[in-house]
């Protein structure tokens, strides 16, 4: 028999000494991150989405730089 332990946080040292305690019972622990890139492996709740990138560039402004001023 084996035992899962989920937890969106992090578990804390004292937890993760019990689970791997000789003699213990045998308990896997998913902690937060772990649980997330499980969902994301599985594609379970899951979608992608492409982003844009954009990026400035301040010598391509000077194409509308006007020479001195007018006043």
């Not at 937890?7 to 000789?22: D, I, L, P, V, Y």
């Not at 937060?32 to 954009?54: N, P, R, T, W």
Request: proline letters at 1%.
């Amino acid at each position: 028999m084996r035992g899962t332990v989920i937890t969106t946080g992090r578990f804390s040292k004292g937890t993760q000494e019990a689970a791997f305690e000789r003699g213990a019972a045998p308990i896997t622990l998913i902690d937060g991150e772990k649980l997330l890139d499980l969902l994301i492996e599985h594609q379970i709740g899951v979608s992608k989405k492409a982003v844009d990138y954009l990026e400035f560039d301040s010598a391509r402004l000077s194409q509308f730089e006007t020479e001195g001023s007018e006043g």
